[in-house]
């Protein structure tokens, strides 16, 4: 491999990389420090008690890497996608290593099955367990709804998925109140099934014929229209991310310079910029802010916004806030 682009593709470019280097540096070692023993957090210390601070290490030099390519809007698209699927694969893999009797891999040594649903409906059923909640509100505190385009492990594979339609197709306008009934019975069941004190193997049948259904959906129809069908439509968790980052400031906006060409409506896969939504210059509440419309305008009319911040600022500090996010919720989210 050609040297120079090796000396290239280490050298930091953009000074936002750093800040990201900082703060998920810092935030990490806090944690460390001082959040629970018991169960340890990270994986490096279960293995080697001492190691986990070179775990901190890799994924402080991994934000900082990150964050200095995603930051670039030539590369959005593209290390969006790789970090995302790499976040959902190593999620995954430690759940089968779990599975196969490693329980140092599971976040409390027992198995809570990884479907995005069960973040609100395992403890409304369970009437306990409080952690993922408050992981998933700190995050959309933090990045809004980007918590669905660059963190969610279910996610990533409903967008490969849906990419490999070429050009998406837009969805049927019932999907929205679809979604809100089906997260109403979702949720409202879970609490339901605590009352009536529905055994808990009955309760694993319903978790995991919900899953399955959702697995259906991604390899049908997220494959058939190039839409993220089970994002959009099927997952609970999914609404409350887009209805509860609007409590976020970061918001993505059309300025004036549109030219009206369209572009950014292929790119969308979160139904979020029809041709419509962008005459009125806005896109719609499903907008995940993963930026990949931005990628394709050719006069940059896409942007992200923050109060009154310059784009371009505003931009530095989306990215540095969720690839930091995005590391530290790496290095301590697992089943």
């Not at 809007?73 to 999620?91: C, D, E, G, Q």
């Not at 998406?168 to 979604?179: N, S, V």
């Not at 193997?201 to 839409?227: E, N, P, W």
């Not at 979020?272 to 939504?277: E, G, T, V």
């Amino acid at each position: 491999m050609n040297l120079q682009y090796l000396k290239s593709y280490f050298i930091i470019k953009h000074r936002a990389a750093w800040y990201s280097f900082i703060l998920t540096g810092l935030s990490l070692s806090l944690i460390h420090i001082f959040g629970p023993t018991n169960p340890v957090l990270l994986i490096f210390d279960r293995i080697l008690p001492g190691a986990g601070w070179l775990e901190i290490a890799m994924l402080t030099l991994y934000a900082l890497v990150v964050t200095d390519n995603i930051i670039d809007p030539s590369k959005t698209i593209l290390w969006r996608k790789r970090i995302w699927l790499f976040f959902s694969i190593v999620f995954f893999t430690q759940l089968l290593l779990g599975l196969i009797g490693y329980k140092i891999f599971l976040m409390t040594g027992k198995l809570h099955f990884p479907i995005p649903a069960l973040i609100f409906a395992g403890p409304l059923y369970r009437g306990e367990g409080v952690f993922m909640p408050i992981l998933f509100f700190t995050t959309i505190a933090l990045i809004g709804p980007a918590w669905c385009s660059y963190i969610c492990y279910f996610g990533a594979w409903d967008n490969k998925v849906a990419l490999g339609k070429r050009k998406a197709t837009t969805l049927p306008a019932w999907r929205q109140p679809l979604r809100i009934v089906l997260s109403i019975v979702i949720f409202g069941g879970a609490y339901v099934m605590r009352l009536l004190d529905v055994p808990v193997t009955a309760a694993i049948i319903v978790a995991v014929s919900f899953a399955l259904i959702g697995v259906g959906i991604i390899l049908y129809f997220s494959r058939k229209t190039g839409m993220l069908v089970h994002c959009v439509t099927y997952c609970p968790i999914g609404l409350a991310s887009v209805y509860f980052g609007r409590l976020n400031p970061f918001r993505v906006k059309i300025n004036t310079d549109c030219i009206d060409c369209m572009k950014c409506t292929t790119s969308c896969r979160y139904d979020s910029l029809s041709k419509d939504d962008v005459i009125k210059r806005t896109p719609t509440i499903s907008c995940t802010l993963c930026g990949d419309c931005m990628a394709v305008c050719p006069v940059d009319a896409l942007e992200y916004r923050f109060f009154k911040m310059k784009p371009e600022n505003a931009r530095k500090l989306f990215f540095v806030l969720t690839i930091s996010l995005h590391a530290i919720v790496l290095g301590f989210a697992r089943i």
